[in-house]
């Protein structure tokens, strides 16, 4: 585990004492059914930054696997500007 999944870890942990009650945090990455157990309680808490929380250590973990949105199929266009054609300036006192 790097130094990034630590902090992120020790993160969930410390917000998750504040609702939850304590937690664990090697028997979080070693139990299983631990750590079903808590994230379990996070989702029916619903405290959002929370639930972040758990879905980040969850995808560290492997538990669950992170996904990325796919691309539309359908071909974009981009809209281009009108061209203006640029006209001489002719009310000054030298035109």
């Known amino acids: 585990m790097d130094n990034n999944g630590l902090v992120l870890l020790s993160k969930f942990s410390v917000s998750a004492r504040k609702i939850i009650g304590s937690v664990n945090p090697a028997k979080l990455i070693k139990d299983s059914e631990y750590s079903a157990e808590i994230f379990q309680k996070v ?53």
């Open 43 to 95: 989702f029916e808490l619903g405290d959002e930054e929370l639930i972040m929380l758990s879905l980040e250590v969850q995808a560290m973990l492997g538990l669950i696997t992170a996904t990325t949105p796919v691309a539309s199929t359908t071909k974009v266009t981009p809209i281009k500007p009108v061209e203006v054609e640029e006209k001489k300036y002719m009310y000054g006192a030298r035109s």
